[in-house]
């Protein structure tokens, strides 16, 4: 039988390739990595497939990989497609093996389980059960005490290093337990497993880097928080309630209603999670958008930490550039010395504001666009003369004091080197902060932003397309099918996009990003800022 392989250390084991350090998106999905990674086909006669997104193209040598490569979603850029490329793995899947029955490790996350029984008879392989689980209930009390013991500190760094903004930045307000109770309500269930690392941090109070370590569950259930880890905990306020030898035994000690439904991360929670559980299919039901809308409704309540990612970040990036532009003026540099450029300036920021809080880079993007056509991780690749524009995507996660994960931020510039790219990159940036940022306001749909944010731009096609920053032929508005932004929820991807269909709706108090792409050989121009969705009207909290 044909095998897939999931697990992304078997996958680094059989190709070398670190998905989590060497690629954008498993960085970057705090919530869903295994679903965001790629995953392996490995066929009876040996032959094996690698099956990676369009946009990681370039972050990994291909040369000497004894695994075949394929690629699936094709990053939308204005070059001439030659390539005929599948929308996703699935795809890919039926053209590489014609079995009908296939083996899968038990780290496949439950949805993807699902939709292989679909096509598939489904073998999956026994993984390492837990042999130990500490049981610890968690106070509600303590984890609001835990979050909040760093507002006001936090709040006084954003009053210094944004003074403009002084006027909405409010005492400290926590409806994270409030609103799960919502989301329990309109989700109909009483029960909810949750096993993200992200989540289980924003449920127990325990930093995001323990879960990410450490194989736990978090199970909200009658009002009380339980935490199932398979590690015993050095903070002091979860108290240990039980000792078992396996997940199962644990999960059934819990005051759980094991007759009604029972909410999952259903692109998170592994199936050997989901069978050492002993849970059934159906009783479960999906919560992974739900509760990706529950952090980014309550972005707005730690505004002071989104605050400080978004000055550190548009601070390191033009201080980057600046640093570029002074470079080549001599030698060429490197795409390497740039990101030295942009992390030193991090750490300044941080230590010449004396912040409370920790920077810690989240993600990068250095997109040359006379050497790829893809938003790439750094290349030891010079920056020259035949560079027309240099492209900063980048973003860093704060974390306060108690090693919680803050605020994240997202944002973008460019280094435009010739006067096309120029006129371009001023117009977007016009368009950004003059149309579809204020256009953000309670009630508006994420489509309502993109057609507000792109109007003007297709309208200008022509002009594009005569200073050589578009080829002829392109329509638009029919083809610039990608987004213009996202809200945020301590992480760059999410429910609510500014693009065509979606119909998620903007609150106050969400923060969200509008970005401009504009991938182009031999451009690659960007633009983005954050801002804070008010009933006043949208702020600008970037410049």
């Not at 958008?289 to 529950?294: E, P, S």
């Not at 880079?361 to 250095?366: D, E, G, K, Q, S």
Request: hydrophobic letters at 35%.
């Amino acid at each position: 039988m044909d095998k897939l392989f999931f697990n992304q250390e078997t996958i680094k084991r059989l190709t070398g390739i670190d998905t989590t350090r060497c690629l954008l998106y498993p960085h970057m999905d705090l919530d869903c990595r295994v679903f965001s990674s790629p995953l392996m086909l490995e066929k009876e006669d040996g032959t094996s497939y690698l099956f990676v997104k369009d946009i990681e193209r370039g972050n990994f040598r291909e040369q000497g990989l004894k695994t075949k490569v394929t690629y699936f979603r094709p990053y939308l850029t204005f070059d001439q497609q030659t390539e005929k490329m599948p929308d996703d793995w699935f795809e890919v899947l039926r053209i590489n093996s014609k079995d009908k029955k296939i083996v899968v490790d038990d780290s496949v996350c439950y949805s993807v389980y699902e939709a292989l029984k679909k096509e598939f008879e489904v073998v999956v392989s026994e993984g390492v059960p837990w042999w130990r689980v500490y049981t610890y209930e968690v106070d509600p009390l303590d984890v609001l005490n835990e979050f909040m013991s760093t507002y006001d500190e936090s709040l006084d760094d954003a009053k210094r290093i944004a003074p403009g903004l002084t006027s909405i930045m409010q005492k400290h307000k926590d409806s994270r337990f409030e609103k799960l109770q919502e989301l329990l309500g309109n989700l109909q269930i009483k029960t909810l497993l949750v096993s993200s690392p992200l989540n289980q941090q924003e449920i127990t109070g325990i930093p995001f880097q323990f879960f990410n370590d450490n194989s736990c569950l978090t199970v909200c259930c009658q009002n009380r928080v339980f935490l199932l880890t398979n590690q015993p905990l050095t903070q002091s306020f979860p108290k240990l309630v039980g000792g078992f030898p396996n997940l199962k035994t644990a999960y059934e000690s819990l005051p759980i209603d094991f007759k009604s439904p029972i909410g999952i991360e259903e692109n998170n929670l592994s199936y050997g999670q989901f069978r050492d559980l002993g849970l059934s299919e159906d009783l479960v039901c999906p919560a992974t958008v739900a509760l990706r809308v529950w952090r980014e409704i309550r972005a707005g309540e730690e505004l002071p930490f989104y605050i400080i990612a978004a000055r550190t970040t548009c601070y390191g990036i033009e201080t980057a550039i600046e640093r570029t532009k002074d470079a080549l003026k001599g030698a060429a540099i490197l795409e390497t010395d740039v990101e030295r450029f942009l992390y030193s300036a991090f750490k300044d920021f941080e230590k010449t504001n004396q912040l409370s809080v920790q920077i810690q880079p989240y993600f990068l993007v250095l997109h040359a666009g006379n050497r790829t056509r893809r938003p790439n991780l750094p290349q030891f690749s010079p920056v020259n003369s035949d560079t027309r524009s240099l492209k900063i995507d980048c973003g860093v996660l704060v974390i306060d004091r108690n090693g919680l994960v803050r605020a994240a931020s997202d944002l973008c510039r460019t280094l435009t080197l010739d006067d096309n790219a120029r006129e371009l990159y001023q117009f977007v940036d016009q368009q950004m902060t003059g149309a579809a940022i204020p256009s953000a306001v309670p009630g508006k749909t994420g489509e309502e932003v993109y057609h507000a944010g792109t109007q003007e731009l297709i309208q200008k096609q022509d002009r594009w397309v005569s200073i050589g920053v578009l080829p002829p032929g392109v329509d638009l508005a029919k083809e610039y099918n990608r987004d213009i932004g996202h809200v945020m929820g301590k992480q760059e991807p999410a429910t609510l996009g500014f693009r065509k269909g979606n119909t998620f709706v903007l609150k106050d108090g969400m923060i969200g990003c509008v970005e401009y792409q504009w991938p182009y050989y031999p451009y690659a121009i960007g633009v983005e800022d954050m801002f804070l969705v008010t009933s006043q009207g949208a702020v600008n909290i970037t410049r």
